[in-house]
C-alpha cells in the first residue's frame, strides 16, 4: 500500500534550470494537489486537478505548470528555477469530498 | 475567501500536561474544518476533521476539537501529552464540501520530559 509517492526526495538546481517534480498516487483518487511548504508559511496550493485532463491554479501558481495525464500520475515543472522556489513540496490526492493524502515530500533547493 | 490563524507557533508542555492548539477560521460559507500533524521528514497526517452534525470531533491518538460557529474557533486539545505528540500542527479550512484546503501557519509542540 504505497498511497502517495514522490519522486525524487532531494534536489538541487542552479537557478535557470528545470526539472520535473513526479507524484504518483495508486488509491485511484481523483483530485490530486501540489502544495509548497515554507518555514513559518504553511502550506500554500501551487495547482491542483480535479481528474485526469484538467489542471487548475492555486494560491502561488506563478513560475510552475502542471500535468495530469494520467488519473494516477501528477507531475509538477519548473521552467527556469528561481531561488525563491526553494521549498519543501507536498503532493496530495483525494477522491471527491474526502480528506487529503500527502505524500513524504520533496526538498529542493535553488543556488 | 476563506483565512486560518493558529495562535502561537509555538507551544511547549510538560509530559502528562493539558495540550491546547488554538485555530481560528474566517470562512463566507459553512466551513469544514481540519487538524493535521506533521513529524520530522514526513508528510501531513489527518488527525480530525469536523464536517456538520456533532460539533465536538475526536481524532486519532486522543486528540479531540470543538467547532465553535459564534467565536469562528476549532481549537485542538488532548488532556495529556506524550513525548510521541512533539510535532507540527496544522489547521485548515475549506468551503463546504470542496476540499481545496487553505492551512494555517503550524504550531509546533514541544513536549518536555
Known amino acids: 500500500n504505497a498511497g502517495v509517492t514522490q519522486t525524487p526526495k532531494f534536489r538541487v538546481l542552479k537557478t535557470g534550470q528545470s526539472m520535473t517534480l513526479l507524484c504518483a498516487q495508486d488509491m485511484n483518487h481523483e483530485y490530486m494537489y501540489w502544495y509548497r511548504q515554507d518555514p513559518g508559511m504553511g502550506l500554500r496550493l501551487i495547482h491542483y486537478?480535479?481528474?485526469?485532463?484538467?489542471?487548475a491554479k492555486g494560491e502561488v501558481p506563478d513560475g510552475y505548470n502542471v500535468s495530469r495525464l494520467k488519473k494516477q500520475n501528477f507531475l509538477l515543472g519548473l521552467e527556469s528555477a528561481a531561488p525563491s522556489q526553494t521549498s519543501v513540496y507536498f503532493c496530495?490526492?483525494?477522491?471527491?469530498?474526502?480528506?487529503?493524502?500527502f505524500g513524504n515530500g520533496t526538498r529542493l533547493t535553488v543556488t | 475567501a476563506q483565512s486560518v490563524t493558529q495562535l502561537g507557533s509555538h507551544v511547549s508542555v510538560s509530559e502528562g500536561a493539558l495540550v491546547l492548539l488554538r485555530c481560528n477560521y474566517s470562512?463566507?460559507?459553512?466551513?469544514?474544518l481540519f487538524w493535521y500533524v506533521q513529524y520530522p521528514n514526513q508528510g501531513l497526517q489527518l488527525l480530525l476533521k469536523y464536517t456538520t452534525g456533532a460539533t465536538l470531533v475526536k481524532g486519532i491518538n486522543g486528540f479531540e476539537a470543538e467547532f465553535k460557529k459564534s467565536e469562528t474557533s476549532f481549537h485542538l486539545t488532548k488532556p495529556s501529552a506524550h513525548m510521541s505528540d512533539a510535532a507540527e500542527y496544522f489547521c485548515?479550512?475549506?468551503?463546504?464540501?470542496?476540499?481545496?484546503?487553505?492551512f494555517g501557519k503550524g504550531t509546533l509542540l514541544t513536549v518536555n520530559p
Open positions: 485548515a479550512v475549506s468551503k463546504g464540501s470542496n476540499y481545496k484546503l487553505t
Open positions: 486537478s480535479v481528474g485526469e485532463g484538467t489542471t
Open positions: 496530495a490526492s483525494s477522491y471527491v469530498n474526502s480528506p487529503l493524502h
Open positions: 470562512s463566507s460559507v459553512p466551513p469544514y
